[in-house]
């Protein structure tokens, strides 16, 4: 799987709050974030759910990772989604990070990106 996720039961703004404040607790900063309701509604005038894409990223692994192998922040940041479905849940989805790096054939990189992988889970688990 690509992916790593917890569904919620929380109003979305709550989640969402939620979810920035124990990425920061693992240590991961949120650097961007893409309000996909808001920007198909203004870009295309649809209707969608509420969708928030956050790039989040943790320094000390950014550093390491950039030190191994120069061209790995093209994978940069890990996105982490906040969703509402149809049912009112709202799931949490992060990228792997191991999953992500694979691509890096680096084996130094394999060993920083299961250290990434370790924090998201943790952060996951603990929403």
Do not use: W
């Not at 920061?24 to 961007?32: E, N, P, R, S």
């Amino acid at each position: 799987m690509y992916h790593l996720s917890k569904v919620l039961q929380l109003p979305f703004d709550d989640a969402l709050s939620h979810t920035k404040e124990v990425l920061k607790q693992h240590g991961f900063g949120v650097l961007t974030e893409i309000d996909a309701q808001a920007a198909f509604k203004q870009k295309l005038d649809v209707e969608f759910r509420h969708y928030t894409i956050l790039g989040a990223c943790h320094p000390r692994i950014a550093y390491s990772i950039l030190q191994a192998e120069d061209k790995a922040g093209v994978f940069y940041p890990c996105n982490v989604v906040v969703q509402e479905h149809e049912n009112g849940c709202v799931e949490v989805s992060a990228i792997d990070p191991a999953v992500m790096f694979a691509a890096l054939e680096n084996p130094e990189t394999r060993a920083i990106a299961l250290e990434a992988k370790t924090l998201m889970e943790q952060a996951i688990a603990q929403l």
